[in-house]
């Protein structure tokens, strides 16, 4: 007998998609066809026509906790993650401390045992702490984050072994990643540049909203993409092109990769539904890292998600509390860049879904099986398929909804209000790790610590 059965659904699969159902035992999936060729199960779910997609990947994801707790933990990330349809977050080591040590690893590793509904894994920091990568590496980090600048004032604690200050170390921390054969990624904007941009914008009293952008230009992208495909050229490192939103940054990385290079190609939802004169619009709410860019730019960042060229969409989810917000309101270079994008990064994607942006083949693979191939995971996650974990999200694409940022689950959905009334598809009915439903519509439907660990090949304890 199954563990569980769902049945009448439209499974969603690399291949394709069927209507039946899948039949779940031991948490894996180890049958899938009609509805007739399921045996009996403890448990059935009617998935009544709806959709059944594999579980969503977030890979790019700052939780922060415990070291910054007010913002959000994996309490609240999981559950705000695992109602939007992401059944593995991967965070980012940016913390108080960072991710910079075998130690700090296990702390994370402990804080997101107790609190997290959904399965996750950790980047490892690389940066001046050279001797900490392999252990890192060798504990079980998916890949490594790197920032290519000093850290800024008053934040040292949150970038300690996290940075790479110039080309030496640069050069260095290339040369030690290789030896561990993960990605490594980096913030993809060249910060000498924008430094000065900002003094200089500074100086004349130029700090309105719309000069965050404006300091932010588009080379200062192009400029750190081409430097990091050349070390990770000499070096035969798999780069993480993190964030990117320029139409000539992801026309070189793919350049790159068509001579041989191994590059996982990223953007965002915010870079694809807004643009800069949002920015002028929301002010503090709308800054980001990078900055959202031009309406040109934004559109033809679709045409290379139909392409293939981009790789993973992921949330960058880096929230802040209104209060932090509000800094930015006189001088917006006061606001700190991020948004609480953890739980509006798949419904905005089906929404390109109903509206024809995107096939839902293109989507699953974006939101899910290429995060899952990229960072070791596959295929006991991404997929719908035998011997995949029971990673599901049963959704109705059917029904609008609008948001409004006071629905969000996350602690700093005040800070979420350039999302508010716009029509999202995607509804999540249910969503399944491992085989148990672990968030439903009335929903967190598990118990805190549910979610495991994951590492490089390994999906499982």
């Given at each position: 007998m199954l563990d569980l059965a769902v049945k009448n659904a439209k499974v969603v699969t690399e291949d394709g998609m069927f209507f039946g159902g899948i039949g779940v035992e031991g948490g894996k999936i180890t049958m899938m066809g009609t509805n007739a060729q399921l045996p009996a199960a403890r448990s059935v779910i009617d998935a009544d026509g709806q959709y059944l997609l594999p579980g969503c990947i977030d890979s790019h994801v700052h939780i922060r906790y415990p070291g910054i707790s007010h913002r959000e933990d994996f309490a609240s990330g999981s559950l705000a993650a695992a109602g939007s349809g992401t059944t593995v977050l991967i965070e980012m080591p940016l913390s108080s401390p960072p991710t910079y040590s075998v130690d700090e690893l296990m702390v994370r590793v402990g804080a997101a045992k107790s609190q997290s509904i959904i399965d996750f894994g950790f980047l490892g920091a690389a940066g001046n702490k050279l001797q900490n990568i392999m252990p890192l590496a060798k504990a079980g980090v998916l890949g490594f984050k790197s920032f290519l600048q000093t850290p800024p004032a008053g934040r040292e604690h949150e970038f300690i072994g996290l940075t790479m200050e110039n080309e030496y170390q640069l050069y260095k921390g290339f040369a030690e990643v290789a030896k561990t054969g993960l990605p490594l990624g980096a913030h993809t904007e060249s910060i000498g540049l924008v430094t000065g941009i900002i003094s200089e914008f500074k100086a004349e009293g130029k700090i309105s909203a719309e000069y965050h952008a404006k300091s932010r230009p588009p080379i200062a992208e192009v400029e750190m993409v081409e430097k990091l495909i050349r070390y990770a050229r000499e070096f035969n490192v798999p780069l993480y092109l993190t964030h990117l939103t320029t139409s000539e940054s992801i026309r070189i990385a793919n350049q790159a990769r068509r001579m041989g290079q191994r590059l996982i190609i990223e953007t965002c939802p915010h870079y694809l539904y807004f643009t800069e004169e949002d920015?002028?619009?929301?002010?503090?709410?709308?800054?980001?890292?990078?900055?959202?860019?031009?309406?040109?730019?934004?559109?033809?960042?679709?045409?290379?998600?139909?392409?293939?060229?981009?790789?993973?969409?992921?949330?960058?989810?880096?929230?802040?509390?209104?209060?932090?917000?509000?800094?930015?309101?006189?001088?917006?270079?006061?606001?700190?860049?991020?948004?609480?994008?953890?739980?509006?990064?798949?419904?905005?994607?089906?929404?390109?879904?109903?509206?024809?942006?995107?096939?839902?083949?293109?989507?699953?693979?974006?939101?899910?099986?290429?995060?899952?191939?990229s960072f070791g995971l596959y295929p006991k996650k991404g997929a719908i398929k035998i011997g995949s974990d029971a990673d599901l999200v049963l959704m109705d694409l059917h029904t609008p909804y609008k948001m409004d940022h006071n629905q969000m689950r996350s602690k700093c959905k005040e800070s979420g209000v350039i999302y508010d009334g716009i029509e999202l598809y995607g509804k999540v009915l249910k969503t399944v790790v491992r085989g148990t439903v672990v968030y439903d519509q009335e929903g967190q439907a598990a118990d805190a610590g549910y979610g495991e660990w994951l590492r490089p090949g390994k999906a499982e304890e």
């Open positions: 920015i002028a619009r929301y002010g503090t709410y709308a800054v980001c890292n990078p900055p959202m860019r031009s309406k040109m730019e934004s559109e033809a960042l679709w045409t290379h998600l139909n392409n293939g060229d981009i790789d993973i969409i992921s949330s960058d989810h880096a929230p802040y509390t209104a209060e932090e917000k509000k800094k930015g309101l006189d001088n917006i270079f006061m606001s700190p860049p991020g948004l609480p994008g953890l739980e509006m990064r798949v419904p905005l994607i089906m929404k390109a879904v109903k509206e024809k942006r995107l096939t839902l083949q293109t989507a699953v693979k974006l939101l899910s099986t290429n995060a899952a191939k």
